[in-house]
């Protein structure tokens, strides 16, 4: 059976990177009818907060990542944030110490780093150089009696380890890259990288897949493990599969920090899950070679942690949107007239909530559709129908209102009066014969009619739009327009 482990850090707000970890775990345990611990590494008392906790599971449950163990959960390995489960690490920690796997570790910070410095300057590997691995308890005792606190270090085996990653093949770690590290601090207090490997064992994780960035790592959790089983705390190694990193701007990878990363931006913005998860699905992994749009049951259907790429990704924001607009016009219109709501109503929209008409807006809302690539583009896009007057955009009317665009006005403010307002094609045909009295195309001759009853150059099926608006309101409108053109 096959259990897989998500288990950020409750610090700050998710990020993108954070949720492809969670996406591929997702997708591998439920392909597989396997296990997801959703699991908290809050042991960081400066960092961690509440309220980033609160939102890791409110955006797990907005993406639609359920788990099936973990916070509000349960399950049998309970509890599932580490800052309550300090006794189990001290008491591994301990027989740890008393089996000869880990030690005291006396040295200060300054004389770690002359060491290092040392080390570097005669060209060799600057990490922990064993002073403290093997003293005598004289010794000991003497450091003790000046004053010093001890951390604990792991004592790494003297050779080579080697596995084989689920992304990357077959890596091997050489001994003097991969020195004695720290398992618990002077305090007391235990460091990640005891707690983590503790934690996957006693929870019996068959397959860790996590950044690549936690790939150095990896062989010091392998030699943990291995000393975890022969104190009988842990039964096998579990598979590690290394994800690749996602990149950003001028390709360097992508922080937490930059302002793409934050997920809160895309659920603002409109993002539906299902878009965004498609979306991230595609950084690292393929669903085939001619086909980037997909449901997630899709993806879970095909979804095999061989087949990640190990090369980085680059997150492109346009391929992004596009993918999500993809993805709301695979809704159904009900779907989407409710997905639109929190954009329709105050205090997203730029209009007053009695201006708001609901049969204007489900009237609308098919061809709207058709043009959105994330949902807060549905106010610019319907603000026409609902405000008393439309928006006042000095360039659109700069842009539109060139030529004698009165004359064009006034002859297709008389076509359209006499026009049949139940068929947006004699509304067209309208504004088409009165392009062509003054030698203008059709897309030249709209421009003013679309700016003067919408505000702006762009947006909905323009006849469609007119003929939601109604014949008295668009007319009203060409009026306004060739009053402000006669200043």
Known sequence: MIRVRFCPSPTGNPHVGLVRTALFNWAFARHHQGTLVFRIEDTDAARDSEESYTQLLDSLRWLGLDWDEGPETGGPHAPYRQSQRMDIYRDVAARLLDAGHAYHCYCTTEELETRRDAARAAGRPSGYDGHCRELTAEQAEAYRAEGREAIVRFRMPDEPITFTDLVRGELTFTPENVPDYGIVRANGFPLYTLVNPVDDALMEITHVLRGEDLLSSTPRQIALYKALIDLGVAKEIPAFGHLPYVMGEGNKKLSKRDPQASLNLYRERGFLPEGLLNYLSLLGWSFSADQDVFTIPEMVERFEIADVNANPARFDLKKAESINGDHIRMLDVKAFTAACEPWLR??????????????????????????????????????????????????????????????????????????????????????????????????????????????????????????????????????????????
Request: proline residues 6%; glycine residues 6%; charged residues 25%.
């Open 346 to 487: 105050a205090p997203h929209a730029n209009w007053e909530p009695e201006e708001f008409d609901q049969a204007a807006w489900e009237a609308i809302a098919p061809h709207a559709q058709t043009r959105l690539t994330v949902l807060s583009e549905i106010t610019a896009n319907v603000d026409f129908l609902f405000r008393r007057e439309p928006v006042e955009d000095e360039a659109s009317w700069q842009k539109a209102m060139k030529g004698d665009p009165a004359a064009l006005l006034t002859t297709a403010r008389a076509k359209l009066e006499a026009a049949d307002w139940t068929s947006p094609e004699s509304l067209k045909e309208a504004v088409l014969a009165a392009g062509e009295e003054h030698g203008l195309k059709l897309g030249k001759a709209q421009a003013p009619v679309r700016v003067a009853v919408t505000g702006r150059t762009v947006g909905l099926p323009l006849f469609e739009s007119l003929e939601v608006l109604g014949k008295d309101r668009t007319l009203a409108r060409i009026d306004a327009a060739l009053a402000k053109l006669a200043g």
